[in-house]
């Protein structure tokens, strides 16, 4: 479904709107015109942009007009170079996958869900025009399993306020354990046909974020060479199994909306992950959008992956 929509294959535009300092130029320079043009010569369909609430609305609840002009520039180049764009709420009022960003309540507070949704309804009667070309994601990585149950009631709810100004619009869900595959299974059954199992792949952890501060799950003075990670491709199959069972059982599909190798992984060794995962990526037609375009220490473009870039290209 999502490969004849043009939401196979994707690459993220990881802290652009989100994860950023807000400046006026990170806003209007981090990613440019040339750098969606730069993509479309990858082989890939479209891109997913991570949004923070605050570029989209202040703490009066007022929509920013220039938040939303640059979601419309980010339409117009993509349409300009063919490629489709999932707006993916990266970031919502009393809640983030970071919790180093100090939101907090959201499951908690009915003032803060409706906040979502209202934002979410602003979204859906800017963008829902745009549904052949244009996806939306609810919100990024769900951290605590204790949250399941509000956010299969929440979510749908957030679905049925959108599908009044956009019924035709593809939407993006993922579960707890920040999209954990292996929480796919607890999700409700999808609200209509058009509604994917989304999920985000670093498995594992060990490998793929060595080296990383900003994490207490490694230690980030440890390295760990593929061979040392025993991943394979059948490690990948396995871990995917519950979810592609899950989404057969309720008639959708699946979309790993974020995978990749961080920076301090040799440019081998990250090729070696890229082939292995994308082996069971196309053997189950699971969608993908990789993390991430440039810098965010897991930068497609820099100039380390440069010996390896066009084989890793095939592997996306």
Same mark, same amino acid.
């Given at each position: 479904?999502?490969?004849?929509?043009?939401?196979?294959?994707?690459?993220?535009?990881?802290?652009?709107?989100?994860?950023?300092? !807000?400046?006026?130029?990170?806003?209007?320079?981090?990613?440019?015109?040339?750098?969606?043009?730069?993509?479309?010569?990858? /082989?890939?369909?479209?891109?997913?942009?991570?949004?923070?609430?605050?570029?989209?609305?202040?703490?009066?609840?007022?929509?920013?007009?220039?938040?939303?002009?640059?979601?419309?520039?980010?339409?117009?180049?993509?349409?300009?170079?063919?490629?489709?764009?999932?707006?993916?709420?990266?970031?919502?009022?009393?809640?983030?996958?970071?919790?180093?960003?100090?939101?907090?309540?959201?499951?908690?507070?009915?003032?803060?869900?409706?906040?979502?949704?209202?934002?979410?309804?602003?979204?859906?009667?800017?963008?829902?025009? !745009?549904?052949?070309?244009?996806?939306?994601?609810?919100?990024?990585?769900?951290?605590?399993?204790?949250?399941?149950?509000?956010?299969?009631?929440? /979510?749908?709810?957030?679905?049925?306020?959108?599908?009044?100004?956009?019924?035709?619009?593809?939407?993006?869900?993922?579960?707890?354990?920040?999209?954990?595959?292996?929480?796919? #299974?607890?999700?409700?059954?999808?609200?209509?046909?058009?509604?994917? !199992?989304?999920?985000?792949?670093?498995?594992?952890?060990?490998?793929?974020?060595?080296?990383?501060?900003?994490?207490?799950?490694?230690?980030?003075?440890?390295?760990? &060479? !593929?061979?040392?990670?025993?991943? /394979?491709?059948?490690?990948?199959?396995?871990?995917?199994?519950?979810?592609?069972?899950?989404? #057969?059982?309720?008639?959708?599909?699946?979309?790993?909306?974020?995978?990749?190798?961080?920076?301090?992984? /040799?440019?081998?060794?990250?090729?070696?992950?890229?082939?292995?995962?994308?082996?069971?990526?196309?053997?189950?037609?699971?969608?993908?959008?990789?993390? &991430?375009? #440039?810098?965010?220490?897991?930068?497609? &473009?820099?100039?380390?992956?440069?010996?390896?870039?066009?084989?890793?290209?095939?592997?996306?």
């Amino acid at each position: 479904m999502l490969k004849s929509k043009g939401f196979y294959k994707g690459v993220n535009l990881g802290g652009w709107l989100s994860q950023c300092d !807000y400046s006026k130029d990170r806003l209007d320079n981090f990613i440019t015109k040339q750098d969606i043009a730069k993509i479309a010569t990858w /082989s890939v369909d479209h891109v997913r942009l991570p949004i923070d609430y605050n570029v989209l609305e202040n703490d009066t609840n007022d929509y920013k007009e220039d938040g939303f002009a640059r979601i419309d520039k980010a339409i117009e180049w993509c349409q300009e170079f063919h490629l489709n764009l999932v707006l993916d709420l990266h970031k919502t009022a009393g809640f983030s996958f970071d919790f180093g960003e100090k939101e907090d309540g959201f499951f908690e507070s009915k003032k803060l869900q409706e906040r979502f949704l209202l934002l979410w309804e602003e979204i859906a009667r800017r963008y829902g025009k !745009y549904a052949d070309t244009v996806a939306f994601e609810l919100l990024n990585e769900v951290t605590e399993q204790s949250y399941i149950d509000v956010w299969n009631r929440l /979510s749908n709810e957030c679905i049925r306020r959108i599908r009044v100004f956009a019924p035709d619009t593809l939407i993006l869900i993922g579960s707890y354990n920040n999209n954990c595959a292996s929480a796919v #299974k607890d999700l409700a059954k999808p609200y209509d046909d058009k509604v994917v !199992y989304n999920f985000h792949c670093y498995e594992s952890l060990l490998f793929t974020h060595q080296g990383a501060t900003w994490t207490d799950k490694i230690n980030p003075d440890a390295r760990m &060479s !593929y061979e040392e990670s025993r991943l /394979s491709p059948e490690f990948f199959e396995d871990f995917f199994a519950s979810a592609l069972e899950t989404a #057969k059982k309720n008639n959708t599909v699946l979309y790993c909306g974020e995978y990749g190798v961080i920076d301090r992984v /040799s440019p081998e060794d990250t090729l070696r992950w890229y082939k292995d995962i994308n082996s069971i990526f196309e053997k189950y037609g699971i969608s993908r959008c990789a993390w &991430s375009y #440039k810098e965010m220490d897991f930068g497609l &473009s820099d100039e380390r992956l440069k010996p390896v870039f066009n084989e890793l290209l095939k592997c996306l």
